[in-house]
Each structure stands twice: as C-alpha cells, then as structure tokens.
C-alpha cells in the first residue's frame, strides 16, 4: 500500500469492553505515532515508537491505554474498559526517521 | 508550554480568490512551525514547514512565513482552487520536539466554482 492504514475506520464499543485498533505503517517507516482527535480539535499526542522501542509515552491519558509495535513494523492501540470520553478518532502517522509526516485515516470510536 | 491558535473557520471562497488563514504561536525560543492538510477521506499529511524565523515555507501554491515579531506563520494562497477543499492544521513542537506536535483546532477551508 502507499500509505498508512489503520483498522477498523470505524468501531462502536459498549462503555467497559476492551477495543484494539491497528496501524499498518508506510514499508520501511521507522517512526510510528499515535495521536488522539477529538471532535472539532486537532490531534493530541499520545504515544511514540522508534522500531519496536516506546520512546514517549507521556500523552496516554491513563493507565487503560497501551500502545505496542513489537516487531518494528504493524502498531496495536489497545484500550481497556472503555469510557464515554474514550469517544474521538484515533491517528496513526509514520516517518521514515523525524516526526509525523503521514498519518492514517484514523479510526473512529465511538463509546455507548 | 507552547501552544498555537488559528482561525475558527469555515473560510469559504469562490475560485481564483485569495486565502490567508491565521496562525499564532506561543513558544519558548523559536522552534519549527508546520502546516498540515486533511482532504475529504484522506488522512493529514505535512503542507509545508519553516524551521527558522522569516523562513518561508512553500508547497502546492501555498506560502507561510515564520514571523518572530509577531509570533505567525499565516497560511496563504494566491488564487484557490475547489481542490484546495480541506481542513488545515497549524502546529508547533511541543516538549519533546517534532516527535510530539501540538496542532491548532483546524480551519476548514470551502472553494466554490
């Protein structure tokens, strides 16, 4: 593929279900980036991978969200026990080695 | 902390007109400044970026310069096209460098024919 993907594009959780959303990065990217929108701001970041290695992790609002790329490549968002303000689309970018230049079409959560 | 503010939109223009959307920046010392765009169903990608003050960055037609003496680096285009129909995000580093943006709420650009 040419660009980042990310799946599900949208998902629709009962509030306390456990959610993972995926990013296939461009081939080859070796920075991969989490980022959070929510509706009508711009995104916020949450996490940062350098290959397989968390750099940053600092923008995870809590301890429900974790974030892995274990083998450098394929990224997992997992959230735990989902709340209402969970609810915002989901970005994932890759770089080759700087900051976020591409980003994915994001995935929308919705939280019931 | 840095921060950046930009116009609340919708900017809505006919063809060919000209496009300025605002942009200003709080920061400690002069970081690098991006533009972003978001077309309908893609995801944002880098318009166009200035790492020092009165850099100009440039892509597609658009232009933004780093003015430090008035801590703005405002997006402008000379003559829109209905293809420029987007959302534009302006952002800055925050703590932690390019790795971790912080990005204006986004201006919604509309051109009409």
């Known amino acids: 593929g040419a660009g980042v993907s990310q799946s599900p594009r949208y998902k629709v959780a009962k509030r306390g279900q456990d959610v993972a959303l995926r990013c296939d990065p461009i081939?080859?990217?070796?920075?991969l980036f989490w980022y959070q929108q929510a509706l009508g701001q711009g995104p916020e970041f949450l996490t940062y991978?350098?290959?397989?290695?968390?750099?940053?992790k600092s923008g995870l609002p809590s301890d429900r969200f974790f974030a892995e790329r274990p083998e450098g490549s394929v990224s997992t968002l997992k959230i735990q026990r989902t709340q209402q303000e969970d609810s915002a689309v989901y970005l994932c970018?890759?770089?080759?080695?700087?900051?976020?230049?591409?980003f994915g079409p994001g995935t929308r959560l919705t939280v019931l | 902390g840095n921060s950046v503010t930009q116009m609340e939109g919708p900017v809505t223009l006919s063809e060919e007109a000209f496009l300025t959307i605002n942009c200003t920046y709080t920061?400690?010392?002069?970081?690098?400044l991006f533009w972003y765009v978001q077309y309908p169903g893609e995801g944002l990608q880098l318009l166009l970026k200035?790492?020092?003050?009165?850099d100009k960055g440039s892509n597609k037609g658009f232009e933004a310069t780093y003015r430090k003496e008035t801590t703005s680096f405002h997006l402008e285009k000379g003559s829109v096209q209905v293809s420029d129909s987007a959302v534009y995000f302006c952002?800055?580093?925050?703590?932690?460098?390019?790795?971790?943006?912080?990005f204006g709420a986004g201006t919604r650009l509309a051109v009409h024919p």
């Open positions: 952002a800055l580093p925050g703590y932690g460098g390019y790795n971790k943006l912080i």
């Open positions: 970018a890759s770089s080759y080695n700087e900051g976020p230049k591409f």
């Open positions: 920061a400690t010392g002069y970081p690098s």
């Open positions: 200035a790492t020092k003050a009165d």
């Open positions: 081939s080859g990217h070796v920075s």
């Open positions: 991978f350098q290959n397989e290695a968390q750099l940053d």
